[in-house]
């Protein structure tokens, strides 16, 4: 146990920012953001917390405080109302149960917002605000999710949850982000803080232990670099050195060589319905990873394959169409292709690992916020000053 702590109290230093961390002076993160960061803070001010227990669903196999979701794509079989449920790609069900998604969605919003707040104006009230949303999600009995997703990603007729579910907690990787500012700010109790970490250190467990955690782990998509990516963020905040080692040879070996063409391209996402947002979603994901990871150990930024591939390939792959939506190559996403871009991280990222001001440059003129429901669901860091 005292060894547990000491690497949970490094991890703690480890994850404040630093001022040696400042970006360059062509992107002032701090003077970008502020206008905006507060505006939307001052609105999650007056905003209770709502978790998992706020609702229930009916098809739900869990108890009162399981997340739960629905696969997005599945809908029921136009043969009959009793029979499993069919698979439409790229189809959203308008039906499925979406109220557990929406509130963490809501608190991946909130929490990192309010933290960012807590940075830049140094007023307490918002690290305050934040830590209440922690305590209702990690630390209340009444009110805390339970660290799994044993019933996530359901299906009718054919599964009480999947592995494909583990992609909802996406959301909790700003959040995992934010912990130690809110916690740095006073807002949190030494022991509040430990018990959140001992949270995401049981959801970790779960996550590369369990028959849904392995599965997921397994896959060969977005859904590979999504478990990876939240393993790294969660192994930062709890200080798990061997997962965190772990995480970097699962992207060299595994997720490098599967995901990405000799050309940059990302194949896998581009056989979809929806390849232009699957390709920025991915990307995002993989340069998270690399930040977090290269932050923790080895630079991810300056892997490359025997033939070339590696993350810096990817992204100069997928700006020009980012920069020019009319130029790329496939037809149009079957939902949703309008909404997109917006300020991915694969541009900040990127351009901050690389130098690359163009990207930089890009990226500030990107749309930062969304109200679109879907876009939400997938664009998942939204705090840069959190990360830079």
């Known amino acids: 146990m005292v060894r547990r702590r000491c690497i949970l109290k490094a991890a703690t230093l480890a994850l404040i920012p630093s001022a040696s961390e400042a970006a360059p002076r062509s992107l002032d993160i701090s003077s970008l953001e502020r206008a905006r960061v507060l505006a939307d803070a001052g609105k999650y001010l007056l905003l209770k917390p709502a978790t998992v227990t706020a609702a229930r669903s009916p098809r739900s196999a869990g108890g009162r405080n399981d ?11 136009p043969k009959g109302a009793d029979l499993p449920y069919v698979r439409r790609d790229g189809m959203t069900n308008p039906a499925n149960f979406v109220e557990h998604r929406n509130v963490l969605m809501r608190v991946s919003q909130e929490v990192p917002a309010l933290a960012a707040a807590s940075l830049l104006s140094k007023d307490r009230k918002y690290a305050a605000h934040a830590a209440a949303h922690l305590r209702a999600w990690f630390l209340d009995s009444a ?40 916690a740095k700010a006073g807002a949190l109790s030494k022991s509040e803080f430990a018990a959140i970490q001992g ?8 996550m590369t232990t369990s028959k849904n955690g392995i599965e997921e782990r397994d896959t060969k998509n977005n859904h590979a670099t999504c478990w990876v990516m939240q393993v790294a963020a969660f192994a930062e905040l709890t200080g798990n050195q061997k997962l965190m080692a772990d995480c970097a040879n699962r992207f060299k070996t595994l997720i490098v060589p599967d995901q990405i063409g000799t050309d940059g391209s990302q194949p896998l996402e581009m056989s979809r319905t929806k390849p232009y947002g699957y390709c920025l979603f991915n990307l995002d994901a993989l340069t998270t990873l690399c930040q977090i990871v290269s932050r923790n150990g080895e630079d991810l930024w300056k892997f490359e394959t025997a033939d070339g591939r590696g993350i810096r390939k990817a992204i100069e792959f997928m700006f020009p169409f980012i920069a020019d939506k009319k130029q790329w190559r496939l ?40 109200k679109v429901e879907e876009v939400i669901r997938n664009f998942f860091i939204r705090q840069p000053i959190l990360w830079t």
Do not use: C
Not at 67 to 77: T, V
Not at 145 to 172: E, F, K, V
């Open 67 to 77: 997340f739960f979701s629905e696969g997005d794509y599945w809908w029921p079989d």
């Open 143 to 182: 009110t805390r999710m339970n660290p799994n997703l044993q019933y996530a990603q359901a299906i009718q007729g054919r599964s009480t949850g999947r592995g494909t579910g583990i992609i909802d907690t996406i959301h909790l990787v700003e959040v995992a982000r934010a912990i130690p500012v809110v």
């Open 199 to 206: 949270w995401f250190a049981s959801y970790l467990d779960w």
């Open 331 to 370: 037809p149009p996403d079957v939902m949703y292709f309008d909404e997109w871009p917006m300020r991915h991280t694969s541009l900040l990222f990127g351009g901050l690992a690389y130098g690359r001001q163009d990207y930089l440059d890009l990226w500030k003129k990107l749309p930062a916020n969304s």
